[in-house]
């Protein structure tokens, strides 16, 4: 099979854990040099084993999207590596608060969504011509769930925002699109603050809903990032493509 990704610069922000870091070892399987940002990036044995896998094809960048210098550093590394062809912007964060709660929903907004439009913005003069970029949406987006309205608020805002951007940039040669997962089994949800018993109970009742009666593997949402960010998506544009066990048809 045509491998497009072999030798092509793909940035991932989020590879620390979960589908960036999913998302990663499937590119770099694909032949693909990968730029990878996380907050942190040493002492990490998942993104170790990465990396003496791949020495010549897995870059690591720390920084942190919600900062304007962390970002400018990973621009500047990009155009030393001469341009980016996907970016896949896959940091993100959720946490428990009341709907009405301003400060939760700027911190969230901070990460899922400024933080991810702000690294196309970065990196848009250094994208490559026929350039994919994938951003992360949440079925919460389409669903309501007590506690994350902060979460589910920020990330349909995103996917609204998206929309246009597909339209603005499409001619510049750019496609931009988004995947959006339902529950997966990620670091996320231990960042909730749930005791144990609450994630377990939790677990079972969106269990419940998902057809094959279980949480996604972050590598199956990965697989259709890269499939979204590749040739073979090459007539969509400024869709979100749900991804989520059949959530959202219960």
């Known amino acids: 099979m045509d491998n497009e990704f072999a030798d092509r610069l793909v940035v991932v922000t989020g590879v620390s854990s979960g589908i960036g870091l999913a998302l990663t070892a499937q590119l770099l399987q694909q032949g693909a040099r990968v730029l990878g940002m996380a907050r942190h990036v040493l002492d990490l044995p998942a993104l170790q ?17 919600t900062s304007s210098a962390d970002l400018q550093a990973l621009r500047q590394r990009v155009a030393q590596l001469g341009g980016v062809d996907y970016l896949a912007a896959c940091a993100g964060c959720a946490e428990l608060a009341g709907s009405l709660d301003q400060t939760a929903f700027e911190r969230q907004w901070a990460v899922n969504g400024a933080g991810a439009l702000n690294t196309l913005a970065v990196l848009r003069d250094v994208l490559g011509s026929n350039s994919s970029v994938v951003f992360l949406g949440s079925f919460l987006s389409q669903a309501s769930f007590p506690g994350l309205a902060a979460h589910s608020a920020g990330k349909a805002a995103l996917i609204a925002q998206v929309r246009t951007l597909a339209v603005e940039f499409a001619a510049l040669g750019v496609r931009i699109n988004l995947v959006s997962p339902g529950p997966t089994a990620t670091a996320l949800w231990d960042g909730l603050g749930l005791a144990e018993s ?27 990032i890269a499939f979204q960010l590749s040739q073979g998506a090459r007539g969509v544009y400024g869709q979100d493509w749900v991804v989520d066990n059949g959530y959202s048809l219960s």
Do not use: I, N, T
């Not at 084993?49 to 999207?65: E, I, K, N, R, T």
């Not at 939790?202 to 809903?209: D, N, V, Y």
């Open 49 to 65: 084993a990465l990396q003496q896998s791949y020495p010549q094809q897995l870059l690591l960048q720390a920084g942190d999207v």
């Open 198 to 224: 609450e994630l377990q109970q939790l677990a079972e009742q969106l269990g419940r809903r998902l057809l094959p009666g279980h949480f996604l593997e972050a590598a199956a949402v990965a697989r259709v």
